[in-house]
């Protein structure tokens, strides 16, 4: 159902692959919700998506870009503006990649260029676009920049790798131009902190359907599908958060808040080769 939530609004959005991906769920709400943006992504990683499909049925124009390259952001920054007919109302940022986890590097073993690599693109990429979009002013007063985060950037989760250290950046860069954006132009950061979701980038985490079975099971209202991801950014995006800033919010159905539940320690108990294990309520 749609709510006119972003009706006159425009926007850029960041990192929709293919079906599967959180930015492609969001670019549709925003559709629904009356919006109108750009679609952009590295030309490599349109060649092996779907955005093409995504563009036809949102009626957005695609411009391709690198978000680590300066040269590349200034031409979708200032292309956008023209395309759209004046400054952005709402950015995604939905870009995360790590060499090392894709190469299979552990922790305690990286790959330094590999680790370099996972922060400009995953954290630093957030920096350039929101320093390009202050120099050109490119965003409307109260308007709304919303990077998608995870978890691991507070606590220790095993696989994740040095994308926890990416996030942990992402997060800080957030509340950092948060500051300034909201200070000198009335404009909104935050980052939503996502569970786990099989997204096609995400099915290349070590461990992903193990994990996703544990946050579910930990999680009182189990986990947060893409769908229900784009529904929350759709909120951050509008009027209704207006006095939302500099936040880091766990979309996650509870996860982050919990230490034990009991549908956890359940499994943890059959696991056990022992007779008097006890439920705990």
């Given at each position: 159902m749609a709510y006119n939530l972003l009706k006159g609004k425009r926007?850029?959005?960041?990192?929709?692959?293919?079906?599967?991906?959180?930015?492609?769920?969001?670019?549709?709400?925003?559709?629904?919700?009356?919006?109108?943006?750009?679609?952009?992504?590295?030309?490599?990683?349109?060649?092996?998506?779907?955005?093409?499909?995504?563009?036809?049925?949102?009626?957005?124009?695609?411009?391709?870009?690198?978000?680590?390259?300066?040269?590349?952001l200034?031409?979708?920054?200032?292309?956008?503006?023209?395309?759209?007919?004046?400054?952005?109302?709402?950015?995604?940022?939905?870009?995360?990649?790590?060499?090392?986890?894709?190469?299979?590097?552990?922790?305690?073993?990286?790959?330094?260029?590999?680790?370099?690599?996972?922060?400009?693109?995953?954290?630093?990429?957030f920096h350039k676009l929101l320093q390009v979009c202050y120099k050109h002013d490119a965003i409307s007063e109260w308007g709304?920049?919303?990077?998608?985060?995870?978890?691991?950037?507070?606590?220790?989760?095993?696989?994740?790798?040095?994308?926890?250290?990416?996030?942990?950046?992402?997060?800080?860069?957030?509340?950092?131009?948060g500051y300034i954006y909201g200070r000198e132009k009335k404009i909104r950061v935050n980052t939503i902190s996502q569970s786990p979701t099989m997204t096609t980038a995400g099915s290349g985490v070590k461990g992903i359907h193990g994990l996703m079975d544990f946050t579910e099971r930990m999680s009182p209202l189990g986990n947060a599908t893409a769908d229900e991801c784009a529904n929350f950014t759709i909120v951050l995006f509008s009027d209704l958060s207006k006095k939302v800033t500099m936040q880091n919010i766990f979309h996650d159905g509870g996860f982050s808040s919990m230490g034990m539940s009991l549908r956890a320690m359940k499994m943890y108990n059959k696991s056990l080769d022992c007779e008097d294990c006890e439920e705990i309520d």
């Amino acid at each position: 159902m749609a709510y006119n939530l972003l009706k006159g609004k425009r926007g850029i959005i960041f990192g929709a692959l293919d079906e599967k991906s959180i930015a492609w769920k969001v670019a549709e709400r925003a559709h629904e919700e009356g919006a109108v943006f750009t679609l952009t992504n590295t030309p490599t990683a349109m060649r092996f998506g779907e955005l093409n499909e995504l563009a036809e049925k949102c009626n957005a124009t695609i411009i391709p870009a690198d978000a680590t390259s300066v040269e590349d952001l200034e031409n979708l920054v200032t292309k956008s503006m023209e395309v759209l007919g004046g400054k952005v109302d709402f950015i995604l940022h939905s870009i995360g990649m790590s060499l090392n986890v894709r190469k299979k590097r552990v922790y305690s073993d990286l790959r330094y260029d590999y680790f370099q690599k996972t922060l400009d693109i995953s954290a630093i990429s957030f920096h350039k676009l929101l320093q390009v979009c202050y120099k050109h002013d490119a965003i409307s007063e109260w308007g709304s920049v919303v990077a998608l985060s995870y978890i691991a950037a507070q606590r220790v989760l095993y696989g994740y790798n040095d994308m926890a250290d990416a996030k942990a950046l992402l997060e800080s860069i957030g509340r950092s131009f948060g500051y300034i954006y909201g200070r000198e132009k009335k404009i909104r950061v935050n980052t939503i902190s996502q569970s786990p979701t099989m997204t096609t980038a995400g099915s290349g985490v070590k461990g992903i359907h193990g994990l996703m079975d544990f946050t579910e099971r930990m999680s009182p209202l189990g986990n947060a599908t893409a769908d229900e991801c784009a529904n929350f950014t759709i909120v951050l995006f509008s009027d209704l958060s207006k006095k939302v800033t500099m936040q880091n919010i766990f979309h996650d159905g509870g996860f982050s808040s919990m230490g034990m539940s009991l549908r956890a320690m359940k499994m943890y108990n059959k696991s056990l080769d022992c007779e008097d294990c006890e439920e705990i309520d």
